[in-house]
T-cell receptor, first 112, second 111 residues
Framework: DTEVTQTPKHLVMGMTNKKSLKCEQH?????MYWYKQKAKKPPELMFV???????INESVPSRFSPECPNSSLLNLHLHALQPEDSALYLC???????????FGPGTRLLVL | GQNIDQPTEMTATEGAIVQINCTYQ??????LFWYQQHAGEAPTFLSY????GLEEKGRFSSFLSRSKGYSYLLLKELQMKDSASYLC????????????FGTGTKLQVIP
């Protein structure tokens, strides 16, 4: 199994909603990442987990809350988002922190 | 910090060869990655260079010159499916070895 999976593929939510994005990998990778990508822009790093501990938070607003329940799973909890948070949210994993990252297909989020 | 430059767009003909350049400035270089990203999809890893020279993988090759802060991705025998954005990403030695992505080069392959 060499893939990273993400659910849902698409998500539409209102500014008062609470939703969660999920990411899973079974490659035994010990580092997992959340990125945000706007149209025609490069991915922007949000969070990094290494060995299930939050290693990096790139000054992301608290309306985004990451969680790593175990070494295979990574969640991103969303609450009170703004329309400008609409983007493609990508999850990635790597064998160790900052080794080659493998990306999931992403969740396309629209905040109304 | 890092500064990564790539051409915004390129057009090439099916069957031809195209070279996509990437220049970077970083306080401490520790590796360069190339990713392919089709519109609306996730980036897919293509290659990794940390030492000077050429890495070849089938139709794709990547070159690195650390002294010049320069890399290129060479695509041979272009196919229509190669139409995509190509992202150069640089890993920094300093701090927490962050990987920063360039803005990408959108390649259009025409018949």
């Amino acid at each position: 199994d060499t893939e990273v999976t993400q659910t849902p593929k698409h998500l539409v939510m209102g500014m008062t909603n609470k939703k969660s994005l999920k990411c899973e990998q079974h490659m035994g990778h010990r580092a997992m990442y959340w990125y945000k990508q706007k149209a025609k822009k490069p991915p922007e790093l949000m969070f990094v987990y290494s060995y299930e501990k939050l290693s990096i938070n790139e000054s992301v607003p608290s309306r985004f809350s990451p969680e790593c329940p175990n070494s295979s799973l990574l969640n991103l909890h969303l609450h009170a988002l703004q329309p400008e948070d609409s983007a493609l949210y990508l999850c990635a994993s790597s064998r160790q922190y900052q080794e080659t990252q493998y990306f999931g297909p992403g969740t396309r989020l629209l905040v109304l | 910090g890092q500064n990564i430059d790539q051409p915004t767009e390129m057009t090439a003909t099916e069957g031809a060869i195209v070279q996509i350049n990437c220049t970077y400035q970083t306080s401490g270089f520790n590796g360069l990655f190339w990713y392919q990203q089709h519109a609306g999809e996730a980036p897919t890893f293509l290659s990794y260079n940390v030492l000077d020279g050429l890495e070849e993988k089938g139709r794709f090759s990547s070159f690195l010159s650390r002294s010049k802060g320069y890399s290129y991705l060479l695509l041979k025998e272009l196919q229509m499916k190669d139409s995509a954005s190509y992202l150069c990403a640089v890993r920094d030695f300093g701090g927490y070895q962050k990987v920063t992505f360039g803005t990408g080069t959108k390649l259009q392959v025409i018949p």
